[in-house]
């Protein structure tokens, strides 16, 4: 692809986040290959994927399925990994469990259930995260602390669906240290399902304000949209 303006601000973009990845990965005693960088794409156009594509990122998300559609479709000459992080109903499992490699955003067994029975066998099962809510504010959606272990136990019986972790999202309005007390209790969780047997390797959390803490509490997929491609309108 040609160099434009668009595409030298995501490729600087893209090297400052990864930048930031490896500053607060070190300033964690973490190791940088543990945490991998998602770039949420969500209501830019192709050109924006195709730039940060050439710049060597491979794993992008889509909240908006039709939007998302619309660029799988077109882009499938690109070696991309396709993260739904967007709400999950039913109406849109089918064309998930077809078309995406992750799923971040599980909260019900209903939905899991329909993935696992609509994923075609000739792909690998498809990995996902269950969105646990653990600020006060319940409108971000995910599953209370109490249905996180039941859901966990069904989900990990399912044969097309890989079970692989949590994801969060803190209040956006709430303060530095109260979402990091999210993601705090976010690792703790996972470690509980671990204890329990539940084999887990993943912790979804942190978008482009607050990245750091999440890398601090664990995370090992960031989120990043405005960050790598600019506001959304
Ligand atoms: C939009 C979105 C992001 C990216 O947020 P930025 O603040 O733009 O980095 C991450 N995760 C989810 C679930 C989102 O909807």
Not at 48 to 56: M, P
Not at 93 to 102: Q, R, S, V
Not at 180 to 189: D, E, I, P, S, Y
Request: proline share 3%; glycine share 6%; net charge positive.
């Amino acid at each position: 692809m040609k160099p434009s303006p668009l595409s030298d601000l995501i490729a600087q973009n893209l090297r400052q986040i990864r930048q930031r990845i490896r500053d607060a990965a070190h300033g964690a005693g973490r190791n940088t290959t543990e945490i991998g960088l998602l770039a949420v794409s969500k209501t830019k156009p192709m050109e924006a994927i195709e730039a940060a594509y050439a710049s060597g990122q491979r794993a992008f998300g889509e909240n908006y399925l039709q939007d998302a559609m619309e660029k799988i479709t077109q882009l499938t000459n690109l070696d991309i990994d396709w993260h739904f992080i967007g709400k999950v109903q039913s109406n849109k499992t089918k064309a998930i469990a077809e078309n995406f490699h992750w799923v971040h955003g599980l909260a019900s067994l209903k939905h899991a259930r329909r993935l696992d029975a609509q994923r075609p066998t000739a792909l690998a099962p498809l990995n996902a995260c269950i969105q646990v809510n653990l600020s006060q504010q319940d409108s971000k959606g995910g599953v209370s602390e109490e249905t996180l272990l039941p859901l966990a136990q069904s989900m990990s019986t399912l044969k097309n669906i890989r079970l692989r972790g949590l994801m969060t999202m803190p209040d956006p309005e709430s303060s530095a240290s109260e979402q990091q007390a999210v993601f705090r209790k976010c690792r703790q969780l996972q470690e509980q399902l671990i204890d329990k047997g539940i084999f887990l390797d993943t912790l979804s959390m942190g978008m482009s304000k607050d990245l750091e803490a999440a890398i601090a509490e664990g995370a090992t997929w960031v989120r990043i949209g405005t960050a790598i491609f600019g506001q959304r309108s």
